[in-house]
């Protein structure tokens, strides 16, 4: 498929807010409200938590692709994926922190990514209760709240020493050597935070945090983060330095040089 122009890529912007406002809408009346909680893990193999706010919020999501553009594709965590006519594809999270959700914790989203079928252009990473929005593509990246907006951009932070990481759950790291891979470089930092979801990538593109690794995601997961992360300066790869668009083992990085070093102690655990 030709490139994107810029003017494309600004209308599916605006359009990649327009449905994750509408999938917000949908959502708050769920918040902090008692909510029926279903797990998807199968045969009690973990902790996969999905509500009527998750599904509530896809179905928001595909019913105006659905109108807007019907020979797009979609391919969504709660309603599986169908291929369009043309490549381009909309990739959802409705939810991406759905076990901070139903504790009432604020580091969740909803994550919209447009792939032109062969990488994430278009990202948004929408938090609904307190009205930000991160937004991305190659045009650059920016945070908006209400009529405010501003630039992100990552900071510079070549040392691991001086390096704030991020990761939801350090359980995540459960094959052969990633949990070694992973303390290899926390104990070097200068500080580490968890239980962060979709919120760390997003400060990361806003200059407040140098790293986020994790393990064991999909691809609606990270797809609509990388334009954000790139657009502000930084980098997205997974743990060999390849293209992370379909998940599994991932590192975000501000830094191209602090990427470099991380890697170089991630790589040993990678899986190829």
């Not at 070549?158 to 470089?185: K, Q, Y």
């Not at 070093?261 to 990678?270: F, V």
Request: hydrophobic fraction near 40%.
């Amino acid at each position: 498929m030709p490139r994107l122009n810029d003017r494309e890529i600004e209308t599916y912007t605006t359009f990649a807010c327009r449905l994750v406002e509408l999938a917000g809408r949908a959502i708050l009346p769920h918040f902090r409200e008692t909510l029926t909680v279903e797990n998807k893990a199968v045969s009690g193999d973990g902790y996969d938590p999905v509500t009527v706010a998750d599904r509530a919020a896809e179905q928001a999501i595909r019913d105006e692709i659905a109108r807007a553009y019907p020979r797009h594709g979609i391919r969504g965590e709660e309603y599986g994926s169908h291929r369009g006519p043309e490549a381009l594809t909309w990739v959802i999270d409705p939810i991406d922190g759905t076990r901070a959700f139903v504790i009432g914790l604020l580091h969740w989203g909803v994550l919209i990514a447009l792939n032109d079928g062969e990488h994430p252009v278009v990202g948004v990473m929408h938090q609904p209760y307190v009205g930000e929005s991160f937004v991305g593509s190659r045009l650059g990246a920016e945070l908006r709240r209400g009529d405010a907006t501003r630039k992100l951009k990552t900071r510079r932070c070549a040392a691991l020493n001086d390096a704030i990481v991020c990761a939801t759950d350090p359980a995540m790291f459960s094959a052969p050597g990633e949990r070694d891979a992973f303390h290899a470089i926390t104990s070097k930092a200068r500080a580490r935070r968890y239980g962060t979801d979709c919120y760390a990538y997003s400060l990361l593109a806003a200059g407040l945090a140098d790293l986020v690794i994790e393990s064991r995601l999909k691809a609606y997961d990270i797809q609509p983060l990388i334009p954000i992360i790139e657009g502000a300066g930084g980098v997205v790869t997974n743990w060999s330095g390849g293209a992370a668009d379909e998940g599994g083992q991932v590192i975000a990085a501000g830094d191209r040089a602090l990427h470099a070093a991380a890697l170089e102690l991630l790589k040993p655990a990678a899986i190829t």
